[in-house]
């Protein structure tokens, strides 16, 4: 998976130039739904940096739905421009969905803590977030022109633990988050999660034209159906919601500036570059269309600016989102303008909380079984990455065994790091942080420190 730079060529005198299939706009019906879909695959991951943020630091109900509001808000504004773009400053224009980075998470949790704890914590969150936006988009040029140390070997790894790494977050939709809950791990929840996985697998295997592409959505749909009788279709707090609200700036007081918060963030940030890299490198493949510096460079800078909206807006630096990624490739839908529908159904929702709730409404199982499915395609378009991985003579091997096994150890030991330094868990304790770290430190190590043992062709790719 590289970046192919290339110049388009010329067509002959007389015939127009043929559109790009990403740069299509499908008929309304169609370009509603399958903006849906993405929106009913994302949301459940959207939300869940707010929640898991929110439950850590032991937030009111209120306040959570303050954070939940405005991160739909900029992951929809997000959106928008990385679909739509900016001129040539802002947006990649590929099918890119904007989410909350689960990188954030721990290191949001240990500097609230550290500074103040809960609530009092936030408005040193928040200062170092905007610290880290504005780095990004001073750094946005520079990482996308040194990619070249991005490899497939590279890529393929992050990718690969993005998806592996989440996967525990869709268990807990399903079968709940304490084990020692009467509740958990019932096995009608599961069994309705495994619903929804086999009517994905059924419907894009029997299923022709628009069925197939909007396979995922319709599998929710009828999921939610078979949930209402069992009783998990909560709609109380739809009523309750208002039908306009927006996140106040600065809702938690002015922002605070402490060097050790600003700079565990602006890591995150620079862990945040490498995982959008890899998304966009890999949702460029699959549309199969070249992506120049400039436009990686552009794709960047929106990361940058959605982690300075979040600083003023009470949200979180943003992402390209795995699990839509993995749904270009499941269903080949290649329109940008999909997706820009998905940002603009983020923003109202962001606007909009009652219409938040009734989305929020849909079951755990129902939202967790779909996603698995889209996690795993993430960790499958890795592995399809580190397929061009040359290995014959090569040490990559030992890089990918190191990479993975250091990268998941938090993730199936979350308390793996926890008598070490504050600082060190604020990196460490993720696997995207770690997996990224890791392989790009031995990838230089291995493939790019010249000893005269190794030879060229082994920096990754064939």
């Not at 009467?182 to 086999?198: C, D, K, N, R, T």
């Amino acid at each position: 998976m590289q970046l192919r730079f290339s110049r388009p060529s010329p067509e002959p005198d007389g015939i127009a130039p043929q559109r790009h299939p990403v740069d299509e706009v499908p008929p309304p019906a169609r370009l509603t739904l399958l903006g849906l879909q993405h929106l009913a695959i994302m949301y459940a991951g959207a939300v869940a940096v707010p929640l898991l943020v929110g439950g850590a630091l032991k937030l009111s109900a209120h306040t959570i739905g303050v954070l939940v509001n405005a991160d739909l808000l900029v992951s929809g504004i997000v959106t928008l421009i990385q679909s739509i773009g900016i001129g040539k400053i802002l947006g990649v224009r590929l099918p890119i969905v904007a989410g909350a980075t689960f990188t954030c998470v721990s290191p949001m949790i240990l500097i609230a803590q550290q500074f103040g704890g809960g609530e009092a914590g936030l408005p040193t969150v928040y200062g170092a977030i905007l610290v880290s936006g504005i780095f990004g988009l001073m750094i946005a040029r520079f990482f996308a022109t040194v990619v070249r140390f991005f490899p497939p070997l590279v890529s393929g790894c992050v990718i690969c633990v993005i998806g592996l790494s989440l996967i525990g977050a869709d268990a807990g939709l399903i079968a709940g988050d304490d084990p020692k809950s009467p509740s958990y791990g019932q096995i009608s929840h599961i069994a309705l999660a495994g619903l929804v996985i086999l009517l994905i697998v059924l419907l894009h295997k029997f299923g022709r034209g628009l069925i197939s592409q909007i396979a995922v959505l319709l599998s929710i749909v009828i999921g939610t159906i078979v949930a209402g009788p069992m009783g998990l279709v909560d709609l109380s707090g739809v009523g309750k919601a208002g039908w306009f609200g927006i996140s106040q700036p600065f809702n938690f007081g002015a922002p605070q500036f402490h060097i050790a918060a600003i700079i565990s963030m602006c890591v995150v940030m620079l862990v945040t570059f490498t995982e959008s890299t890899a998304d966009m490198v890999a949702v460029a493949e699959m549309v199969d269309k070249p992506l120049q510096p400039a436009d990686l460079a552009r794709g960047l800078a929106a990361d940058g600016l959605s982690a300075v909206l979040a600083g003023f807006m009470n949200s979180f630096p943003d992402t390209a989102f795995a699990e839509n990624v993995g749904l270009v490739g499941l269903t080949g839908v290649r329109s940008r303008w999909v997706v820009a529908v998905c940002g603009g159904f983020l923003v109202a929702l962001g606007l909009v909380p009652k219409v938040g709730s009734l989305v929020a409404a849909l079951p755990g199982p129902v939202i967790g079984g779909a996603a698995t499915v889209m996690f795993a395609m993430v960790t499958a378009v890795g592995l399809r990455v580190l397929h061009k991985v040359q290995f014959e003579g090569t040490n990559n091997m030992l890089i990918i065994a190191v990479t993975l096994s250091v990268a998941l150890l938090p993730s199936v030991a979350p308390s793996f790091y926890t008598k070490f330094p504050t600082d060190f868990q604020m990196i460490a304790s993720s696997p995207i942080t770690s997996a990224v770290i890791v392989v790009f430190v031995l990838n230089l190590l291995f493939n790019h420190w010249r000893t005269g043992k190794q030879p060229e062709a082994s920096a990754g790719t064939h």
